[in-house]
Structures are given as C-alpha cells and as structure tokens.
C-alpha cells in the first residue's frame, strides 16, 4: 500500500486539505503583486529637460507651452524629446516656417520635468532614472529575477534538508521585512538591495507551498490543486492592478502590497509539516500526530485514533525502504531516469520564462493604459487555464504543457507581423500569448513535483527552477535586441517556446492519475518495468501474429 492510500482512510481530498490549500495558495496570489509590481512603480512617464530652475513647469498657460516650444525640440511624432534641449531659447521656431537647422542642442544638465498625471510619484522620477541612467530602471528588475535565482537554490535545498515550513516561514517574515523597507529607503542602491532580498522570497514561497499542497494531496485531487497555484497568481496580477489605480504613490503601493505577508508568517506557525518528508527522515512520531490531526479536522477520529507507528509504516514500508538519508546535487543527474527529466525540464523552465517575463514586464510598450493592460493580461489567463485544468484532468500532463508551450510560440511570432499601430491587436494577441505561457508555466510546477521522486523533489523543483530564473534574467536582454531589429525579440521568444514544447512531447513522461514515487530508486524501478512490459507486449503480439501464420509486415499489408 502508498502513502496515498492512507490519506484516503483518513478522509482523502477533506476539509483539511481544502483549508490548507487556501492558506498556502492566498499567499502565492499576493505574490504576483510583487513580480510585477515595477510595471508601477517604475513606470517612465513622459518627460523633458529642464531647462531654468527659475521657470514654472505648468504648462497650461500659453507663456509656458511658447516657453517649452523654444527650449525643447520637438522628436519624430511632434512631442518634446525627453533627453535634450537647446542651449539657448529659439524663440524663432514660434514661427510656423522656422526650422532647428544650426541650433546648438545639449542634454538635460538641471534634471526633467515628468508628466504626473497618471502617477504622481516613481522611482524613475524621484531618482531620474531616464536617458542616460534608463538602463537602471531594467537593472532593478534584473536584480529581483537575480533574487529569485538565488532563492530557488538555496530554498530548494534547505526544504529537503530542513522541510518545507520551516523555509517558508522564513520566507514569509524575508518578504514582510523587506518589501516594507523597500517603502522607506532613500538611495537607489538600497531599493535594488531591498528588491534582491525580496526576490529570494518568491522562490521560497512558492516551491514549499506547493510541494506542501502536493505532499498533502491524494491522487486524484493533485491537478485541482496544483492549477489553483497557477490561478492565485493570476487573481494577484488582476488585484495589483486595482490596488495600483486606488494607490498612486510608489512608497505607499509598495507598502499596501507588503504588510499582508505578516499575517501569512503569524498564521503559518498553525501549518503542519510534511508527513511524506518526516517520514522519510526518520521523524515517525511527529508524522503519526500530524495524520492524527487531519484525521480529526476531516471528521475521521476513529481512523486516526487507530494509527500508530506500525500502522503508517505498513503503509510506506515498501516505498520507503531504499530510500537515502543524505542528497546532492548529483542525484539530479546520476541514474538514467532522473538525468533525462533533469535536462529536459531545464530547456522547459527556462524557455517558459524566458518568454513569459519578455512579455509581461514592459506592459507600456503597447500604447494603452497600464491598468488595462495589467488587468488584461491576468483576465484572459483564467479561460487559458480553465482550458489547461481539464485537459490536464482528462488528457495528461505532457499533452498540455507541450501545447501550450508550442501555441504560445505561435503566437508570439505571429504578432510580429501585426502592425505597430493595430495597438489593441497587438495587445490582445500578447495577452492570448501570455495566457498560454501561464498555463504552460503553472503545468510545468505541477508536472515537475509530480516527476521527481519526493526523496528529491524540493531539490529537483529548486534546481530546474534555477533555469527559469535565468530565463527571467535573460528576457530583458533579449528585450534590448529590439533595438537592433524588432522581429529578434519575437522569433526568440517564440523558436525557444516551441522547442520547450517539442521536448515535452519526446522526453518525458505522463504523471496524471499515477501515484507519487518516493525515491529514486523506486522511480528507476518504475521505469525499467514501463520498458521491460512494453517489449513484453510486442514480442507476444508478434509471437501470435506468427501464430496465425502472418508476420507484423502481412498483417500491415
């Protein structure tokens, strides 16, 4: 018998794992608003040089709109250009005939003047992170992928040497700490720091949370849950685009979207552990009561007052016998089975990052509101992921996923033939694209958990996650080439999308209705029967063919 068997005795998918599930998925939904939260809070409104200290920036008045015409020239679509400005006033070119030819032009020496209409306060404006200094708006984001990467690392590791609540705790407090400092700084340095540490977090979250909701799930409902992860994350993309309309100010946004995640470490002490990790880690007495309390809040005390040490151990003797103590990195790579899922899911996370941070980072190059765009892009990924849930409940896992993927990239370089002023084409396409890259992602977490070996797979989870969290660091590079030739952007991210989605399909396995394998050897054992059966099935069906008097090759004929 599997430990899934005995879950199901003590109630199956109950009203433990149902709140449970809410607890740890809440969080993860709240998350999203600080994945994105920099399409606000650096956002680059318009802006022009400064040309007096003395001179009024309102530029309502007819004195001050002739002021700005003969002090800032003018850039290709008749706006005052952002970077430069005339050395002295051409009062000349209040003339209608007059022209700029010969005059002397110089960069903007007294700062800018920002447009606060729409947001009134950003981290590009209060440290001018424009011009020349624009690349330091994209390093700030760089850094928090940067965070990621490292979390994924190190959380990763430390959930199978320390278990999963533990990390998660801490990541909860790192999180609170730090985004609420983020409010307060007064240097850009600090902020990337701040942004950094809080980056470390989302890794930390979001790979206990759902190994906990894996580990604590029967069979059958691991696909609901682990698709719920993928729509959490899509409601906080929706939320932080409301909470951004009601709340302006950088330092106050960035507040509101930080001191929630206090609640989640005060109520994450209540969580129970891992009994699949305390059990494989010797820690049999503290399993047994943690099954004895879910077996009470799912309504069946007499099952969990009839469990004992011996009892759970009949359960996941079998499953547990070969299991090791002690890991490493090597694991990842050591035996046939779990090198082939190891180099196939890192193509998959990182081309799915890649593809998805390229397209949902720099919400304002599609020329319509930002909110709309915000609240657009999280909006169309719930039909994308209803999709993915059914078909991940009646087709498969892999089936999905590689759909998806190859979909996605489909369509990411399809809209590069849509042209630039289809501004609401654009953006519907982009949002249809993301949509098919969340599903893909959410699918791939779910996928990855349910193909490691539990004896491995928060070490599993974090070290593909690493490559991810390159592709997130790399999709703004791969932004800039944009400025080169503007179809590179598009066909990267969509040929390294539809290669991910070809893997899929070749190399790994389906995972739906299939129990969780608890160590490597077992999940070898698995393999090699899979191959040994399959070759069984063919040599007989030849064997009878030849029987009947007709070879496979007649029989084709």
């Known amino acids: ?9 003590l109630g199956g998918v109950g009203r433990f794992q149902v709140i449970y599930t809410a607890l740890l998925l809440t969080p993860c939904g709240l998350l999203a608003c600080h994945t994105f939260l920099q399409n606000f809070t650096a956002a680059s409104p318009a802006h022009h040089c400064r ?3 003395n001179h009024t920036e309102d530029t309502t008045s007819n004195y001050s709109r002739a002021w700005l015409r003969a002090t800032i020239p003018l850039d290709q679509h008749g706006l005052p250009e952002s970077c430069r400005r005339f050395m002295e006033p051409q009062w000349a070119l209040l003339s209608s005939n007059a022209s700029t030819y010969g005059a002397v032009m110089e960069g903007c020496k007294e700062g800018w003047v920002y447009d606060r209409s729409v947001f009134p306060s950003t981290i590009v404006m209060e440290w001018d992170l424009v011009c020349e200094a624009r690349a330091l708006n994209d390093l700030a984001q ?3 992928m940067a965070g990621v990467l490292v979390g994924a690392a190190i959380f990763g590791s430390l959930a199978d040497r320390l278990g999963r609540k533990a990390p998660l705790i801490w990541s909860y407090l790192q999180l609170a700490v730090s985004g609420a400092a983020t409010a307060y700084v007064g240097s850009f340095s600090t902020y990337c720091v701040f942004r950094f540490l809080m980056g470390m977090t989302f890794s930390g979250i979001i790979l206990n949370s759902l190994s906990l909701v894996v580990e604590w799930m029967p069979t059958r409902g691991r696909t609901v849950a682990g698709i719920l992860l993928g729509f959490s994350f899509t409601l906080g993309q929706i939320i932080l685009a409301g909470v951004a309309y009601l709340i302006r100010p950088w330092r106050w946004l960035q507040l509101a979207v930080s001191a929630p995640f206090l609640i989640f470490f005060l109520y994450s002490w209540w969580l129970p552990e891992s009994s699949r990790w305390l059990l494989l880690h010797g820690k049999s007495q503290q399993a047994v009561q943690n099954l004895q309390k879910v077996a009470v809040i799912n309504g069946r005390r007499e099952e969990g007052e009839r469990l ?9 003797q079998s499953e547990f016998a070969s299991v090791r103590t002690s890991n490493s990195i090597l694991d990842l ?4 089975a779990i090198r082939k899922v190891t180099c196939c899911l890192m193509m998959v996370w990182f081309s799915n990052s890649m593809a998805y ?7 304002q190059k599609f020329g319509l509101s930002i909110y709309l765009v915000q609240a657009l892009f999280g909006i169309i990924d719930v039909p994308a992921m209803l999709v993915a849930t059914t078909t991940m409940i009646y087709v498969g896992r892999r089936a999905t996923v590689a759909s998806f993927l190859i979909l996605a990239g489909l369509m990411v370089i399809a809209n590069m033939f849509v042209p630039e002023d289809m501004q609401t084409l654009r953006t519907m396409q982009a949002a249809l694209g993301k949509g098919c890259l969340a599903s893909s992602f959410i699918c791939i ?3 990855t958990g349910e193909l490691y070996p539990t004896e491995i797979r928060q070490m599993g989870m974090g070290f593909t996650s690493v490559n991810a969290r390159f592709g997130g660091l790399v999709a703004p590079l791969v932004t800039t080439l944009g400025e080169i030739s503007s179809i590179l952007p598009p066909v990267a991210f969509g040929a390294t999308s539809i290669l991910a989605g070809l893997a899929v399909t070749c190399f790994l396995t389906e995972t739906r209705n ?3 394998v608890e160590t490597i050897a077992a999940m070898e054992k698995r393999v090699k029967e899979g191959f040994s059966k399959k070759d069984a099935e063919e040599k007989s069906e030849e064997i009878s063919l030849q029987q009947l008097g007709a070879s496979p090759l007649k029989e084709t004929i």
Request: hydrophobic share 50%.
């Open 357 to 363: 941070y390229g397209m949902a980072m720099d919400l």
């Open 51 to 53: 040309h007096s200290a």
């Open 514 to 516: 299939v129990p969780l």
């Open 445 to 447: 977490y779910l996928f």
């Open 333 to 336: 790579f050591r035996t046939p």
């Open 1 to 9: 018998m599997a430990f899934t068997d005995l879950l199901d005795t």
């Open 308 to 316: 004992t040490m011996e009892v759970v151990s009949s359960y996941i």
């Open 142 to 144: 760089s850094l928090y």
